[in-house]
Nanobody, 124 residues
Framework: VQLQASGGGLVQAGGSLRLSCAAS????????MGWFRQAPGKGREFVAA????????YYTDSVKGRFTISRDNAKNTVYLQMSSLKPEDAAVYYC??????????????????WGQGTQVTVSS
């Protein structure tokens, strides 16, 4: 499984960005998907996860109400819509896939596949 993240860039505080993660996989619906981020000097942080069907979503508290994770299994793509961005949201964002459960994302379990990161910069 290869994951290609895109959509990062420079945005002003309060602005929006949509990240995409395209998966080279036969059936994306076999995988729970998620996003992590890593800011300079900090560890990798869970951001959001979505179940294989899209029926369940999970977010870290700091992004609830501002970020929305979604997926289009027909297009083998997962999205992260980010709104009301803050300078503290600036980081490299990574998408990930796991064939077990969304709990691996928010409980720190092992993740099967990682994509390369996409940089999000938020100016104040």
């Amino acid at each position: 499984v290869q994951l290609q993240a895109s959509g990062g860039g420079l945005v002003q505080a309060g602005g929006s960005l949509r990240l995409s993660c395209a998966a080279s996989v036969r059936t994306l619906s076999s995988y729970a998907m998620g996003w992590f981020r890593q800011a300079p000097g900090k560890g990798r942080e869970f951001v959001a996860a979505i179940s294989w069907s899209g029926g369940s979503t999970y977010y870290t508290d700091s992004v609830k109400g501002r970020f929305t994770i979604s997926r289009d299994n027909a297009k083998n793509t997962v999205y992260l819509q980010m709104s009301s961005l803050k300078p503290e949201d600036a980081a490299v964002y990574y998408c990930a896939a796991d064939h077990r459960s969304t709990s691996d994302f928010y409980r720190g379990g092992p993740i099967d596949y990682w994509g390369q990161g996409t940089q999000v910069t938020v100016s104040s």
